[in-house]
């Protein structure tokens, strides 16, 4: 049986020092990591929410012009149908309500001051203080089309 002196042993492995740097370096990158995540998830949330009001802004504007036009025989207006923001002729149920710019309402909370919103035919003119409220953050005030933050009054 050989002897083995100390001179002869090799130190093979890692210290604890070297151990606790890579562990250190390895926490500080996969911190930064799931911040980049969180704060990338409320950019595409907000994205996702000011298409959403952009969307809805454009089928108050197209169901305001289709009236303002003459376009049809009746009145148009915007209800929520199924669960979806619809642009309609006549009235919500009618055989006239049109699938073009239909918004899923139930996504982003969307809801509106009354069972439905109609501009006249030819003056599109529709009653005073209705508007569409989404997400109880933002609210759209169909007299001028305009967005203001949610419980004040349209004007």
Request: glycine share 8%; hydrophobic share 40%; net charge positive.
């Amino acid at each position: 049986m050989k002897l083995i002196s100390k001179n002869q042993i090799k130190n093979t492995g890692f210290t604890l020092i070297e151990v606790l740097v890579v562990l250190g370096v390895l926490v500080l990158l996969v911190g930064a990591g799931v911040t980049s995540l969180v704060m990338l998830r409320g950019k595409i949330k907000k994205v996702a929410f000011e298409e959403i009001k952009e969307n809805v802004m454009l089928a108050i504007e197209k169901a305001r012009n289709r009236a303002a036009t003459g376009f049809g025989s009746h009145g148009h207006g915007v209800c929520i149908k199924d669960g979806n923001l619809i642009v309609y002729e006549e009235n919500c149920n009618s055989s006239y309500a049109s699938n073009t710019n239909v918004l899923s309402a139930s996504v982003f909370d969307i809801s509106l001051s009354t069972s439905s919103i109609n501009f006249e035919r030819i003056s599109a003119s529709t009653s005073a203080g209705e508007f569409i409220n989404i997400n109880n953050k933002v609210k759209i005030c169909i007299s001028n089309i305009m967005e203001i933050p949610y419980g004040q009054p349209c004007p």
